[in-house]
């Protein structure tokens, strides 16, 4: 199946700092990536919508200025975490649409976050 | 929008026995439905999926089937072995460039030896 690729896969950081995280699509061009939080035993609640070239589409409740979202290629969209704080720890998983004559959704390997 | 409902959110059973986990889903337009596995800490992996075209779809001990009429679709996996114990997440998609999937709540299977 199709590859995506995520980094960092554990992040430690202190309150107050900004956290990037990776998504890699490394072998399609993927026009629209998905991000999702995660908690413990939880499903996956849609943060957002990352289309290549345009402005994210974000879900309700998900504040745009504290999850900055940039899909700058079809490989890769990042995900960065502004002004990071506890209530933000987290774990966070990107996918990516992979259309090859049918289209499947493919997951990167997920990042932990945890702001001290 | 879509509302994806998953069924039971726990399931044990014992190793060699069957297992089936429900779905059902609201949005007549979706027609695409794929089921995720995810052990603990890792990504979820696409481990079969079915089209609105197709009533069934078997792979080795998983197979999926879907009732377009009653909007539901299951997963069933059959001869249970430990290495099967993880969360299993149903989803369901209108299809097409961008279009959003819908995630059930998961199940999480343990199988006991």
């Known amino acids: 199946g199709a590859v995506v690729s995520q980094h960092p896969s554990w992040v430690i950081c202190k309150s107050g700092t900004s956290v990037k995280i990776e998504c890699r699509s490394l072998?399609?061009?993927?026009?629209?990536m998905f991000w999702y939080r995660q908690f413990p035993k939880q499903s996956l609640m849609l943060m957002a919508t990352?289309?290549?070239?345009?402005?994210?589409?974000?879900e309700q409740g998900v504040e745009k200025d504290k999850f900055l979202i940039n899909h700058a290629s079809l490989t890769l969209s990042t995900l960065t975490v502004t002004s990071a704080h506890p209530e933000d720890s987290s774990f966070y998983i990107c996918?990516?649409?992979?259309?090859?004559?049918?289209?499947?959704?493919?997951f990167g390997s997920g990042t932990q976050l945890s702001v001290l | 929008g879509e509302n994806v409902e998953q069924h039971p959110s726990t399931l044990s059973v014992q190793e060699g026995d069957s297992a089936v986990i429900k779905c059902t889903y609201s949005?007549?337009?979706?027609?695409?439905f794929p089921w995720y596995k995810q052990e603990l800490g890792k990504r979820p992996q696409l481990i079969i999926d079915?089209?609105?075209?197709?009533g069934e779809k078997k792979d080795q001990r998983i197979a999926v089937t879907l009732n377009k009429t009653a909007k539901h679709f299951s997963l069933h996996i059959t001869e249970t072995q430990p290495e099967d114990s993880a969360v299993y997440f149903c989803?369901?998609?209108?299809?097409?460039?961008?279009?959003?999937?819908?995630f059930g709540t998961g199940t999480s299977l343990t199988v006991i030896p």
């Open positions: 996918s990516a649409s992979f259309q090859g004559g049918e289209e499947k959704l493919f």
């Open positions: 072998d399609f061009q993927a026009t629209t």
């Open positions: 990352s289309n290549e070239g345009s402005k994210a589409t974000y």
């Open positions: 949005d007549s337009a979706s027609n695409y």
């Open positions: 079915i089209r609105s075209n197709v």
């Open positions: 989803a369901a998609s209108i299809g097409g460039i961008g279009n959003q999937f819908y």
